[in-house]
């Protein structure tokens, strides 16, 4: 492991690097479960492929069903959500890797995930932020966050963080029950 200074809030502190590998095809983005132990990588020409943490080996894959690629991958409670560049949203459990749902609602690309009071947030490319009941997989409520494509979405204890390609960062305020009308 390599050893690297960092500083954070208290100061110095040592940071390992745990472990390294090449993908055989392009990487859109990866996420790191079970304690580390696993990473799920969202790869070009439509793959998502369980990983081992320190080696890199392919441990499980799924070839997903449309002919979309990846663009965001995000653990949000029991399970990974993967954005797709036609605006689907895949959806497995991180126990057995299985494929649990599609979820339908954007017209373009997927470019972020957040969770905020309990909800699944999606921000799309067609400038909208879907909220996401996680136990049914369907979409509570949406409202169009920006007139242009969304980059990224955060939540914060103030609300809903949307970042848009015209260098606009508009924060969100969200009740339990609704998003902001349609």
Known sequence: P???PALDGDGRREVTLGGTFVAA????????VKGGTEVWTAEAGGWLRVRN????????????????????????????????SGGLISV??????????????????VASFALHQGRVLS??????????????MECASCFSAADDPLNCIASSPWGVVVN???????????????????
């Open 2 to 4: 390599h050893l690297r």
């Open 25 to 32: 095809d392009t990487l859109a983005a990866a996420v790191a």
């Open 53 to 84: 943490s320190v080696t890199g080996a392919v441990e499980h894959q799924h070839k997903l069903k449309t002919q979309q690629d990846p663009t965001c991958i995000a653990s949000i409670l029991d399970s990974v959500w993967v954005g797709l």
């Open 92 to 109: 497995f459990r991180i126990d057995d890797h299985k494929h649990v749902a599609d979820c339908v609602l954007h017209e373009a690309g």
């Open 123 to 136: 921000a799309g490319c067609d400038g909208r932020v879907a909220v996401w009941d996680p136990e049914t």
């Open 164 to 182: 848009g390609d015209r260098n606009t960062v508009n924060l969100w305020s969200l009740s339990e029950t609704e998003a902001p009308g349609v």
